[in-house]
């Protein structure tokens, strides 16, 4: 088998300057996403992006696994220090990892075709604690975890490849504390002034939700009101409907969907409330948002209008004020705590 020692020039592009968090904001994740297509003995297909959050700042064009960057001040951050030297290295990495994968395959006797994965970078959050991550999986399930503290990889399936794999790693201690080093010190502290100071375009970014409330009657006893709410940016936000102007609680009566990604780099969901028709209840999807601020979206849904069932009102108006909960929760949230966000139950 290879030396392993070649493995960690695999995540040396990880190790570029530009990739991370504001400490003011919400946790900040920030990672290389790597995937390897093995489809014979002969072949090998690499595609990998890295994120700041959940934006693309640069990807390696499987093709010719020349670096392609998103933004320009990721150039230019990749470009001081010791991002140069980095990205020398990096294609030296890429072909040892496929040939350490090819090597392995071979001696535990998989079938072709394979997929291998990485994931690493490090989380910040707002409290300014750092939490380094490197994991890897094979053929889409976890095969083994970096262990920080330990500065040794950990097995996470019982399997021949999985035992092989770490133990061979793990014999070199010197792999251990250099991936260490490096998650911790370059990773995940190193670098933090250089996003401060070049990326705040990206970890601002706020783009306004759009919501459309529209209904169902899939039987005659029963309509379905449905809030579709898109476009937005960041991810979390929340939903809820009112009922004569209260929150309907969570319930049976209550589904809504897990947010969901847009093609454009924003989300959606959808919270559908089954009532009963005609019930004389006034019904109105409230949406909250980083990028409304205190306000809130109000929808209201046209109990009295009979043809359309599509009603698309997309009232914005300024109900929440700082001495209500809303404004308690906006505070909170302006404060950069997301967790502080999910625990009062924004975060349907
Ligand atoms: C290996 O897979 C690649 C990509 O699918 C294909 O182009 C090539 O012909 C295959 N080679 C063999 C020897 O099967
Ligand atoms: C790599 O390939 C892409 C298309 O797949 C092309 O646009 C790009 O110019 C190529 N880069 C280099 C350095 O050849
Ligand atoms: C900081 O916050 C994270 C996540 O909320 C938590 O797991 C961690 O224990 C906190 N650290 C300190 C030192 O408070
Ligand atoms: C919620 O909606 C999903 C998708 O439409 C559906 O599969 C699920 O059964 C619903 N759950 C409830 C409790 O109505």
Request: charge should be neutral; glycine fraction near 6%.
């Amino acid at each position: 088998m290879q030396s392993p020692h070649l493995l960690l020039f695999l995540f040396l592009p990880i190790l570029l300057p530009g990739m991370w968090a504001d400490p003011e904001a919400n946790p900040q994740v920030i990672q290389l996403l790597l995937t390897g297509l093995f489809a014979n003995i002969s072949s090998a297909e690499v595609s990998s992006v890295a994120l700041v959050g959940d934006i693309p700042v640069f990807t390696l064009d499987p093709a010719n696994w020349s670096i392609h960057f998103h933004w320009p001040w990721v150039r230019q951050a990749a470009a001081e220090g010791d991002g140069e030297k980095i990205m020398s290295q990096y294609k030296i990495g890429l072909r040892n990892m496929i040939r350490f994968v090819h090597e392995t395959a071979q001696q535990t006797k998989q079938h072709y075709p394979l997929v291998v994965q990485f994931r690493a970078g490090c989380v910040l959050y707002p409290n300014e604690t750092r939490h380094a991550f490197l994991n890897a999986g094979w053929g889409g399930r976890d095969l083994m975890a970096f262990e920080v503290d330990k500065q040794r990889w950990e097995a996470r399936q019982t399997s021949q490849v999985a035992e092989l794999v770490s133990k061979s790693i793990n014999r070199q201690k010197s792999v251990g504390v250099l991936l260490e080093y490096l998650l911790t010190i370059w990773v995940c502290r190193n670098n933090f002034e250089t996003v401060k100071r070049y990326g705040r375009e990206i970890l601002e970014r706020q783009e306004l939700p759009v919501a459309t409330v529209f209904a169902h009657t899939p039987s005659l006893d029963q309509l379905l009101l449905v809030c579709h709410v898109t476009g937005f940016y960041p991810r979390p936000i929340s939903v809820a409907w009112l009922r004569d102007g209260q929150e309907v609680p969570p319930g049976p009566a209550l589904n809504t969907s897990t947010i969901l990604p847009n093609a454009d780099l924003t989300y959606q969901l959808r919270s559908v409330l089954a009532v009963v028709p005609h019930d004389g209840h006034s019904y109105v999807c409230r949406v909250r948002h980083q990028s409304l601020g205190t306000r809130s979206l109000l929808i209201p849904w046209e109990n009295g209008s009979k043809a359309p069932t599509i009603s698309i009102t997309i009232a914005v108006l300024l109900l929440v004020a700082t001495a209500s909960a809303g404004g308690f929760w906006w505070w909170k949230h302006r404060k950069g705590n997301e967790a502080t966000w999910e625990d009062q139950g924004f975060i349907i």
